[in-house]
């Protein structure tokens, strides 16, 4: 059980110190914690007292990590996400997996709404760790084929120090990849696929490609020399 309440208002900065809550609420949240050794399904109670500031003439009450009256938390709900948007499991599916989880049935339409609801948030997330990898001293990258609703498409994936990144696109072409690494100033480390070529960075490749390629033309002329 956890107690929340404001020591001071958050918009004025009256204290609240002497002073008791005029009102209170409880919240139950089922939440997923991710530890080393897994996940872990919390239940909490929260009973939140609100105090009423005479400069701004409002209660104020304090504002748990989680959605507006959800009964479920952020870990739950981007563990949900996650099934559909890396796995594609289908939503009849995820309802049944939080179902057998936690006892709460969700519905096909949640699903879709937290989606929706978060994608813009998730998209200012991955721009910003663009920003991370242009703004960084080098940049592997590499392309695999991945095929998405019948068609043939390719991840790019590009790896620095401190991100990494998948970029789905049609096409394997350097366009799929140049306008994204506008700004970028370092080293690109790849492999010696042709599209990399006509990328404006400096380059190096792969150490493990370069002497595999340096193998294979050994190879070669030991050939030619005992034909």
């Not at 872990?40 to 989680?66: F, M, N, S, V, W």
């Not at 095929?147 to 096409?171: C, D, F, M, Q, R």
């Not at 400096?202 to 033309?217: A, M, P, S």
């Amino acid at each position: 059980h956890v107690t929340l309440e404001y020591k001071s208002c958050p918009d004025c900065g009256q204290s609240f110190r002497g002073k008791k809550p005029k009102d209170s609420y409880d919240r139950y949240l089922l939440d997923l914690l991710f530890e080393k050794r897994g996940k872990r399904l919390i239940a909490t109670h929260y009973t939140i007292q609100g105090h009423y500031c005479d400069r701004c003439e409002k209660l104020k009450y304090p504002r748990i990590d989680a959605p507006p009256k959800a009964r479920l938390g952020w870990g739950l709900i981007t563990w949900a996400i996650l099934k559909r948007v890396a796995r594609n499991m289908a939503f009849d599916a995820i309802a049944a997996e939080i179902l057998d989880l936690c006892g709460e049935q969700i519905s096909k339409t949640t699903l879709i709404r937290w989606l929706k609801k978060t994608t813009k948030p998730l998209l200012k997330i991955y721009a910003h760790l663009w920003e991370i990898a242009v703004n960084s001293k080098y940049i592997h990258i590499d392309e695999t084929g991945a095929p998405l609703n019948g068609e043939n498409w390719w991840l790019w994936v590009l790896v620095t120090k401190k991100v990494v990144i998948y970029h789905a696109h049609a096409s394997r072409g350097h366009k799929a990849i140049k306008q994204k690494l506008t700004g970028f100033v370092g080293v690109i480390i790849s492999d010696f696929w042709s599209a990399y070529n006509k990328l404006d960075q400096e380059q190096q490749k792969c150490l493990v490609h370069l002497v595999r390629e340096l193998k294979e033309i050994i190879y070669d002329k030991l050939k030619q020399k005992t034909n």
